[in-house]
């Protein structure tokens, strides 16, 4: 294969890998967040520092603290060098929640996740993760649905019942 190609398809390896941990953090599904890290794996957030498996034990408790999150994720540089990469990768995440009075808040934090990746058995994964917080902000917040008797809106969920299961598992028998 040309090198440039194989740069190429080892980058777009590593973005899926930024994806897919936004997936598992915002459907709250702990193995696809397992996924994307090598079991060897750590995480460096500031508040938290530690092994793939305490990142989990830590951050799955947080996210229950809130009604709903989205991770957007934006520029993703990759640098590829033979089995190893780095890349910087901008995110913007949105977290509803509940204030210590009962209002409804919405928190939002930019920053950068900073990771190291390795392929290693002919698979890339997260080796270490960096998260670099830019800026945040909190406002109240207003949601102009009513999820209780949402008619014929379709509503994320945090859970497997999310559409993007089912989805899945339609696409996989018909390509099957």
């Not at 994964?125 to 999820?147: C, E, G, L, P």
């Amino acid at each position: 294969m040309d090198d440039a190609l194989q740069i190429l398809l080892d980058k777009q390896a590593c973005v899926e890998l930024v994806y897919r941990f936004a997936r598992g953090l915002d459907r709250c599904d702990e193995a696809i967040v397992r996924s994307v890290f090598h079991a060897d794996g750590t995480d460096d957030h500031g508040q938290f520092k530690g092994t793939v498996d305490e990142f989990v034990a830590w951050v799955f408790p947080v996210l229950a603290t809130m009604e709903r999150t989205q991770h957007v994720i934006g520029n993703v540089l990759v640098e590829v060098d033979g089995d190893r990469a780095w890349a910087e990768s901008y995110f913007v995440a949105y977290h509803d929640l509940v204030n210590a009075y009962g209002g409804s808040l919405r928190t939002t934090v930019a920053g950068r996740y900073l990771d190291r990746f390795e392929r290693r058995g002919g698979e890339w994964r997260i080796s270490h993760r960096k998260f670099v917080s830019d800026w945040s902000a909190s406002d109240a917040r207003s949601d102009m649905w009513d999820r209780e008797a949402p008619g014929p809106r379709i509503f994320g969920r945090r859970d497997r019942d999310d559409p993007l299961y089912a989805e899945m598992a339609r696409t996989q028998k018909v390509t099957a």
